[in-house]
């Protein structure tokens, strides 16, 4: 069965359906709390799916660029051929995984890139936040009664607390900084290959997404001198592709100029529809060229390599895709 087309993101929202209320007293005191408005993290924001069948070895090699670990990957042609530069900006699994290497590698082949993907994450990519573990009560999980859903919410809030305690420590401050140091180190190491592209272009995923917005912005900073005032900075980038953006603000769409495409997942938690739709506002507004598109029956996360039973995800999977290689080959 064919998936459906993702909707264009210019209709009304819809609203969430509401979670049953637990019955039990005692299961809803160890229930989790009302989620916070600050966005979290999903299990497929720090957990790779199976890689697919047959997809060989990851074609780049990991190396250090700027002083920062990262991982390259260039068409077979190039240099004889010529190429452009690609940031691409991973979720919290980080550089060493399998997955993200390999969807830097189509880049790279399908759409003649030289790609280069920072660890984000200074070595520590997140916690997995699958519930893996062997107890049999916890396998059981709602059928294993109240011993099951007890060790199953006290093995979901500590790993929650572990993912919480990892973002702590990779805020904004953190994260900004080693990607300005591998764009600068990139622009003069692959400078034919920004001359050919007449820039930088970017794509990011679940965390990195929201780095693509932030490249893509032109900010105001304080001159050095009171002479001079203010001075305006960016972008950085010259077109970007963002898939499930997660821990986006509303704030992050201001002073955007980069023309960006969306891949977005339909009422999705991650990346709620209201700060969507202030996002697009605010580019109507700023007259930033852009793209939204939004696909149902997808989990946050689909759109990185990985492999699906389902067909609709997999079909899903290739769309999202062929988007953002579209948007950034037409810029």
């Known amino acids: 069965m064919p998936i459906p087309e993702p909707d264009l993101a210019t209709r009304a929202p819809e609203s969430d359906a509401a979670e049953d209320q637990q019955d039990s007293p005692a299961l809803s005191a160890i229930a989790a709390p009302t989620p ?92 997995n936040s699958q519930v893996k573990e062997d107890d049999p009560d916890i396998q059981a999980g709602d059928g294993g009664g109240f ?79 009171v002479e001079q005032g203010d001075v305006k900075e960016g972008p950085w980038i010259k077109a970007g592709a963002v898939a499930h953006a997660t821990m986006v603000l509303r704030q992050d769409f201001v002073g955007l100029k980069a023309p960006v495409s969306l891949v977005n997942v339909e009422s999705d938690p991650m990346f709620p529809d209201e700060v969507r739709v202030a996002g697009e506002d605010e580019m109507r507004k700023g007259g930033v060229e852009h793209e939204v598109k939004v696909y149902p029956g997808v989990p946050h996360g689909f759109a990185v390599v990985g492999e699906y039973e389902d067909g609709n995800i997999k079909e899903a999977q290739k769309t999202a895709y062929g988007q953002m290689l579209k948007w950034l080959q037409d810029h």
């Open 147 to 225: 011993l099951g859903m007890f060790k199953l919410k006290a093995v979901e809030t500590a790993k929650s607390f572990m993912i919480d305690m990892w973002l702590a420590r990779h805020t904004e401050d953190k994260i900004l900084p080693i990607i300005h140091k591998v764009l600068d180190a990139a622009k003069e190491e692959f400078a034919d290959a920004v001359g050919n592209g007449e820039g930088v272009y970017a794509v990011g995923y679940c965390i990195g997404g929201r780095y693509v917005l932030l490249l893509g912005q032109q900010r105001e900073k304080r001159g050095e001198d």
């Open 36 to 127: 916070p408005e600050q966005p979290q993290l999903c299990d497929n924001c720090v957990s790779d799916r199976p890689t697919p069948a047959g997809s060989g070895a990851p074609q780049g090699e990991l190396t250090t660029l700027g002083g920062i670990d990262v991982y390259i990957t260039k068409p077979p042609s190039y240099p004889s051929t010529p190429a452009r530069l690609l940031l691409l900006l991973t979720g919290g699994t980080g550089l060493k995984s399998t997955n993200n290497q390999l969807q830097a590698d189509i880049f790279s082949i399908e759409g003649n890139y030289v790609v280069v993907m920072p660890d984000l994450f200074s070595g520590d990519p997140a916690p």
